[in-house]
């Protein structure tokens, strides 16, 4: 069954590019959004394992999904739906629209691949597929500055693409497999020699470069900022996770265990991470460049919980990564709106257009206050959860720069709120009118997601409890 989350939308993409493409081109949008629908479905409530042997003999991949790989095809089914639904608002042109359909569903080919494999080398083909075709949705719209900024991305994603497949070189010849089982039965029980915690630490820099983590962020604000509102979103929700995130997750959770150098790097760089971002993001004037900026501050969090060496702080950051691909995509799909409406993405120019746009008005603060860990919404615990692992842990330093950055964090996201949605109208958009439902829904559903979680979040049955 699982070869369906994969063969799905890979099988979808290619039959709408076959002959009679003025009805493919109608179908799109209706077919992609219901596999989605389906695939949130298929996660919330999966069907007993059926294994199909044709499909399983035909496509050799090794295929099984835990909690992670769920949080992982969760996440990516939301944020494919709110993409695809602020791409029909700001893709006006059929045939444009239509290929950003057909890649959209590679991606998500890509991203159901890369939760659901279990050797390293699927994982790299995968990461490689999501990537690649990432490079060719921020330059949909084929301006200058696109270009540019997927250039520095495609120059860095080739120096980790050159050290991923050379550290998978040298743990094949260690573990004699690129099985996760085999490479982790191999770092646990062999020698520990220096080309083997070398192959380790190259395939770890690699996903902090395509995942957007300090020092090797540079790509990533100018890629946020040059693509389309709707890639933009996609980016931010959820292939900068799965080209990076996830793989740093499942290093820690599947493959090297509680490795004391990788903690000691985990928590650096989280902490790094979490710092530049926040203080980057609050001298930010672009509304989109500041949420690029947070995102690297919120994914720092995620890589410091996987730094603490505890089932509560991999819990913590799996939590995290689904609340940040919610509320980031939330945030997005509102700078979306406010820039469709007032056309400028200027935080200086704008202003209170919360009495125009109610509904981006109220969403925005909601996602606002969740990334800024204020209670009870999600984002507090998960922020809570890591907080809590590193103080436990014995990591003090670590833990109150977390704190004191969840208030730098709190400070420019209500700078923003004050720009741009409070404050005096600006007279220039005394017309402007709340965004069509295309950016209202997906907004309104992903805010109710940030609510419901934190609300019922305490009570689920199997929470660590703190």
């Not at 933009?232 to 292939?239: D, H, K, Q």
């Not at 200086?348 to 603060?365: C, E, F, N, R, V």
């Not at 109150?400 to 996201?413: C, D, E, K, P, R």
């Amino acid at each position: 069954m699982y070869h369906l989350f994969v063969l799905a939308p890979l099988l979808t993409a290619i039959i709408l590019n076959l002959p009679f493409r003025r009805f493919m081109k109608k179908a799109a949008f209706p077919v992609a959004a219901t596999l989605f629908i389906l695939q949130i479905y298929g996660v919330l409530f999966p069907a007993p394992y059926v294994r199909f042997t044709a499909l399983a003999d035909f496509f050799r991949f090794n295929l099984s999904a835990d909690i992670l790989s769920r949080v992982l095809l969760l996440s990516a089914a939301l944020v494919l739906l709110a993409a695809l639904l602020t791409g029909k608002h700001f893709l006006r042109h059929e045939g444009k629209l239509f290929n950003f359909i057909s890649l959209l569903l590679i991606v998500a080919t890509g991203i159901n691949g890369i939760a659901l494999v279990r050797d390293i080398f699927s994982l790299y083909v995968f990461i490689e597929i999501t990537g690649v075709t990432s490079f060719i949705l921020i330059t949909l719209d084929k301006e200058r500055y696109a270009l540019e900024a997927v250039f520095n991305y495609i120059v860095l994603s080739a120096i980790a693409t050159i050290m991923m497949l050379f550290s998978i070189a040298l743990l094949l010849l260690f573990a004699g497999d690129t099985s996760f089982t085999a490479i982790n039965a191999a770092l646990t029980h062999g020698p520990q020699t220096f080309l083997v915690s070398f192959a380790m630490l190259m395939f770890v820099a690699a996903l902090f470069i395509k995942g957007g983590v300090v020092p090797f962020h540079g790509w990533l604000p100018d890629a946020y900022s040059a693509a389309p509102a709707c890639v933009s979103l996609l980016l931010a929700g959820v292939v900068t996770k799965a080209l990076g995130i996830y793989g740093l997750v499942r290093v820690v959770t599947s493959l090297s265990g509680n490795n004391f150098v990788l903690n000691q790097i985990f928590l650096l760089v989280g902490t790094v991470s979490i710092v530049v971002g926040a203080f980057a993001a609050l001298g930010q004037v672009s509304f989109k460049r500041m949420l690029a900026y947070s995102s690297i501050s919120q994914i720092g969090y995620i890589v410091v919980g996987l730094g603490c060496g505890s089932a509560l702080g991999i819990f913590g950051a799996i939590f995290h990564l689904f609340n940040h691909s919610i509320f980031k995509s939330t945030l997005f799909v509102n700078s979306a709106a406010v820039e469709l409406k007032t056309g400028t993405r200027s935080m200086d120019k704008m202003g209170g257009l919360a009495q125009q746009m109610p509904i981006t008005g109220i969403t925005s603060i909601v996602s606002s206050l969740s990334a800024a860990g204020i209670p009870p919404l999600a984002g507090f615990w998960s922020k809570l959860l890591i907080i809590v692992a590193l103080w436990s842990g014995g990591h003090y330093s670590y833990a109150v720069i977390a704190v004191v950055a969840g208030v730098v964090t709190l400070a420019y996201f209500l700078m923003m709120q004050r720009k741009v949605f409070f404050g005096k109208l600006n007279e220039e958009f005394s017309g402007v009118k709340e965004a069509g439902w295309a950016l209202t829904l997906p907004a309104i559903i992903l805010t109710a997601i940030t609510i419901g979680v934190g609300l019922i979040f305490p009570f689920l049955p199997g929470i660590p409890k703190l």
